[in-house]
C-alpha cells in the first residue's frame, strides 16, 4: 500500500505540477499496452464503419452513484452541493448523447477512508450496481492527486477489479469548492473520461498519441489556459487545450471530439454492455 501510493507521488511529479501544494491534476498511469492496443483495434474499426457509412449514432444511459466520504460529519459534501457536480457532469456528457442518471448517493464520515487508505475496503463496502454502473468517491485526499479512476477491463462481478471499478475525486474540485482554478467540477469529467477509456490527449507525446484520430497530438499537458499551443509542430493540428482529456484550468475545458465519443460507444460494447 506505502509503496503504490509512493509510485502514484513520483507519476504526479513527473507529469508536471500544479500550482497548489504539488497536487498532480489526474493520478492515472498510463494504459497499460494491452489497452491501447484494444484502443489501436477500435480506432481501425471505428474509421471503417465511418469509411463505409456503416457508423450509426447511438445514445448511452449510464446510472451514477455517487459517495461522499470525509472524516468528520460537517465536511461531508451536501446534497445540493452534489446534485450541482451531477448537473455539471451530467451536462458535459449529455451534449453528446450520453445520459446519466444519479442513481443514489451514501455518506459516510469514516477518517481511514477518507485519506484514501483501505480503498478496497471501501469500495467493498459501497460501491452500487454492476460494471454498467459508475461510482464515484469523494474523499478528503486522493494519493496528492485531484482524483483517478480505472479504465474498463475484462472483469467479472464480485472480483477485487469489480470493486475497484470507479472513480475517485478529490472533495473540494466539486463546484464551489476550494481548489481553484479546479473548482468548476470538471475534475470529475475528466475521471469519468478514464472509466469511459480514454487516454490523456498527451499521451505517448507527438509520436504515440491516445489512438483517437481527430485529438491532434500533444507532447506535454497544459497547464492554466494558454491562448493556443503547439508541442508537436512537425504533425497537423494545434493541442487539443480545450479538451476534457488535457490537464488544463477547469474554465479552459469544455469538450470531446467526436473520435473520443466514438470511443466511448466502442469501449461501451466491448466491456461494460
Ligand atoms: C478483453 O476481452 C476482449 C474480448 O474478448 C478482448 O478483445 C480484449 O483484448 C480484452 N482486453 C484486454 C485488455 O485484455
Ligand atoms: C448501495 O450499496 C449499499 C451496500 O451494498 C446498499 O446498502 C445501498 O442500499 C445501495 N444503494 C442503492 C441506492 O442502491
Ligand atoms: C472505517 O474504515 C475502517 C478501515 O478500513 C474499517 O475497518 C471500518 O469498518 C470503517 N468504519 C465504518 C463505520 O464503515
Ligand atoms: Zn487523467
Known amino acids: 500500500m506505502h509503496f503504490s501510493l509512493l509510485l502514484l507521488g513520483v507519476a504526479g511529479l513527473s507529469h508536471g505540477l500544479s ?3 504539488h497536487v498532480s491534476r489526474c493520478g492515472n498511469p498510463e494504459p497499460s499496452i494491452g489497452l491501447q492496443e484494444v484502443s489501436r483495434r477500435l480506432s481501425v474499426e471505428e474509421n471503417q464503419a465511418r469509411v463505409f457509412g456503416l457508423y450509426t449514432k447511438t ?3 449510464v446510472d451514477v452513484y455517487f459517495h461522499t466520504i470525509s472524516a468528520s460529519s460537517d465536511t ?4 445540493p452541493t452534489l446534485n450541482e457536480q451531477f448537473n455539471i457532469l451530467s451536462q458535459d456528457y449529455g451534449v453528446y448523447g450520453i445520459n446519466l442518471n444519479l442513481a443514489g448517493i451514501s455518506k459516510t464520515v469514516n ?3 477518507s485519506r484514501f487508505e483501505d480503498q478496497l475496503g471501501m469500495k467493498t463496502q459501497l460501491r452500487n450496481g454492476t460494471y454498467k454502473d459508475l461510482n ?3 474523499l478528503d485526499s486522493v494519493g496528492g492527486a485531484y482524483g483517478v479512476c480505472t479504465y474498463p477491463l475484462n472483469t467479472t462481478a464480485g472480483s477485487t477489479d469489480f470493486y475497484l471499478d470507479g472513480c ?5 474540485t466539486v463546484p464551489g469548492g476550494t481548489e481553484k482554478p479546479y473548482d468548476l467540477g470538471k475534475t470529475a469529467t475528466h475521471e469519468v473520461g478514464h472509466w469511459f477509456g480514454l487516454f490523456h490527449t498527451f499521451n505517448n507525446g507527438c509520436n504515440g498519441g491516445d489512438e483517437v484520430d481527430d485529438t491532434p497530438p500533444q507532447a506535454t499537458a497544459t497547464y492554466g489556459c494558454p491562448a493556443s499551443k503547439d508541442t508537436c509542430p512537425d504533425k497537423p493540428g494545434e493541442d487539443p487545450i480545450h479538451n476534457y482529456m488535457d ?3 477547469d474554465e479552459c475545458m469544455y469538450e470531446f471530439t467526436e473520435g473520443q465519443i466514438n470511443r466511448i460507444l466502442s469501449f461501451w460494447t466491448l466491456y461494460r454492455s
Open 19 to 21: 500550482t497548489n501544494n
Open 59 to 61: 445514445t448511452l444511459a
Open 76 to 79: 461531508l459534501l451536501s446534497d
Open 111 to 113: 477518517a481511514t477512508w
Open 136 to 138: 464515484i468517491y469523494f
Open 168 to 172: 475517485t475525486v478529490l472533495a473540494t
Open 247 to 249: 490537464y488544463s484550468d
